[in-house]
């Protein structure tokens, strides 16, 4: 159940995109297409805002997009607002019917 | 309103144990599948544990696997985690988090505000 590898820090000017990376196995992410993306500002409880790689939640913008390639997931934030400026986790449910998160990606609007 | 509630952190003593609760309003809880998923101080998350709607399905971290037990209540909306043989490395916020959807493992998309466990003599 090793962590999937994330970046530990990004960051971008406002109105412009990053795009963030979650690297995995065929155990997990590579297995399924039961990737997740959640921000979490500080002191607050994380909130979902991609499920099945690519699906946005209602009310969340459609400036978050998700994408997969193989064993790596990615997220990608567009028209970057000083409001997204969070920590970041990517998550996959595994073959042995658990789940396993990134380590988080913090990110810096700048 | 949809909501979770955790509660029962606290400090504790190595070796110690501690029994977390989780309380559920809003939804028909006997039909989702809910997991533990924690965050020690400064650091990431932690998925430790999942038990299915009817409880047929439970499933563990390996770091809490025989330590920790879940167990649901779906008459009282509610969840249960009891954690034994306490360790440092155990010291998080504990929280609960629904699946998004009744037959999938696709998201969490319903977290609790979090109950701190702290693992210290």
């Known amino acids: 159940q090793s962590a999937l590898t994330q970046p530990a820090s990004v960051s971008g000017s406002p109105g412009q995109s990053i795009t963030i990376s979650c690297t995995g196995t065929?155990?997990?992410?590579?297995?399924?297409?039961?990737v997740s993306w959640y921000q979490q500002h500080p002191g607050k409880a994380p909130k979902l805002i991609i499920f099945?790689?690519?699906h946005r939640p209602s009310g969340v913008s459609n400036r978050f997009s998700g994408s997969k390639s193989g064993n790596t997931a990615s997220l990608t934030i567009s028209g970057l607002q000083a409001e997204d400026e969070a920590d970041y986790y990517c998550?996959?449910?595994?073959?042995?019917?658990?789940?396993?998160f990134g380590g988080g990606t913090k990110l810096t609007v700048l | 309103e949809v909501q979770l509630a955790e509660s029962g952190g606290g400090l504790v003593k190595p070796g110690g144990s501690l029994r977390l609760s989780c309380a559920a309003s809003?939804?028909?809880?006997?039909?989702?599948?809910i997991n533990w998923v924690r965050q020690a101080p400064g650091k990431g998350l932690e998925w430790v544990s999942s038990?299915?709607?009817?409880?047929?399905?439970?499933h563990y971290a390996d770091s809490v696997k025989g330590r920790f037990t879940v167990s649901r209540d779906n008459a009282k909306n509610s969840l249960s985690l009891q954690m034994h043989s306490l360790r440092a490395e155990d010291t998080a916020v504990y929280y609960c988090?629904?699946?998004?959807?009744?037959?999938?493992?696709?998201?969490?998309?319903?977290w609790g505000q979090g109950t701190l466990v702290t693992v210290s003599s």
């Open positions: 065929s155990s997990d992410i590579g297995g399924y297409n039961y």
């Open positions: 809003g939804f028909i809880f006997s039909s989702y599948t």
């Open positions: 038990i299915s709607s009817s409880s047929l399905y439970i």
């Open positions: 998550s996959s449910y595994t073959t042995t019917n658990t789940r396993v």
């Open positions: 099945d790689v690519t």
């Open positions: 988090a629904r699946d998004r959807d009744e037959w999938s493992p696709d998201g969490l998309n319903i």
